[in-house]
């Protein structure tokens, strides 16, 4: 038989003995009861000295530390400050000057309102004017376009009428008229040669452009302008290698001044640039009577004839 199995019986007891005590030990040897339990000392009684004879406890405020003796503790007290008291007049002076500051915060609010609500006024005075010249300046543009409109409608109605009222001298003469100009007509001269007068014969007929032998030495020029007489009607420079009829249309101010030619219209015969430069050259000099009755601009024409010797 082994060792181990003789004492197999002690060493199950030993180990049973030994969780035992373990277990008791981790139960109540290993924790510190709480709470702690306090530190006891011993008791000391109340004083303000080192010394003192008697029984009984002094009064409080009575005892004092001995004469020449150190005090053990010493209780130093905070004074507390009196209160302030505060008379009528200075309660009444501090009323007054919070008030005034009151008085002046609100008087400066009002006066930066004021002036904010003036500052609008202002801003919308100046747009508002701003929009009215806006408002004058196009309706002034457009009473201007109307005018020149009109004037544009009128000086074409002139023509217009002038043109019926020529077309119709034309037709009566062509059917059994009369052969002079219509009473009518504005023209100081006709012709296809040099000078003044009415070239033709006086047994002739208006408006043909046929004029022989005639009496008269026409300088070829002639000019419609509605209720207007030529006061000068320059000659044109005549190149002399060609021959025709150059009708320029002419724009006419109250004056009597030439602002605008436009040569070559209907009526014109010739293409030749030499002549259709030498007419424009003289329209632009030619001058009418002052009529302040009369448009601002009235068209008319100019016609030059150029004829060869």
Do not use: C
């Not at 924790?31 to 010394?51: K, Y």
């Not at 009473?183 to 046929?210: E, I, L």
């Amino acid at each position: 038989m082994s060792y181990i199995s003789e004492h197999k019986t002690g060493f199950i007891g030993t180990i049973i003995t030994h969780a035992l005590v373990l277990i008791l030990l981790l139960m109540f040897g290993f924790f510190t009861p709480l709470p702690l339990p306090e530190e006891e000392g011993i008791l000391v009684n109340f004083g303000n000295s080192e010394t003192g004879l008697g029984l009984e406890e002094p009064a409080p405020g009575e005892s004092a530390p001995a004469k020449g003796q150190d005090l053990a503790i010493v209780e130093k007290q905070t004074p507390t400050p009196a209160k302030k008291v505060v008379t009528p007049v200075e309660k009444e002076a501090l009323l007054t000057q919070d008030m005034e500051k009151t008085v002046a915060i609100e008087t400066a609010k009002k006066e930066k309102e004021v002036k904010k609500v003036r500052d609008l006024e202002k801003e919308k005075l100046r747009k508002e004017k701003l929009e009215q010249q806006e408002l004058e300046r196009q309706q002034q543009a457009e009473i201007t376009q109307q005018k020149r409109v009109e004037e544009q409608r009128l000086a074409q109605a002139a023509a217009e009428q002038r043109k019926a009222g020529e077309i119709d001298s034309r037709a009566k003469n062509a059917f059994g008229g009369n052969g002079k100009g219509a009473a009518n007509s504005k023209s100081t001269s006709q012709g296809v040669t040099f000078g003044t007068g009415n070239q033709g014969s006086p047994n002739g007929s208006a408006n043909v452009d046929k004029y022989g032998p005639g009496g008269g030495v026409g300088n070829g020029t002639s000019f419609s302008l509605d209720g207007r007489s030529g006061l000068s009607l320059p000659k044109p420079f005549y190149p002399g290698n060609e021959e025709g009829i150059v009708v320029v249309q002419v724009t006419v101010d109250k004056n009597g001044i030439v602002t605008k030619v436009e040569p070559g219209v209907k009526g014109s015969n010739t293409a030749n640039t030499e002549l259709i430069a030498a007419a424009r050259k003289a329209a632009l000099l030619a001058k009418f009577n002052v009529d302040n009755n009369a448009p601002a601009f009235q068209v008319g024409t100019i016609t030059y004839r150029f004829r060869l010797d």
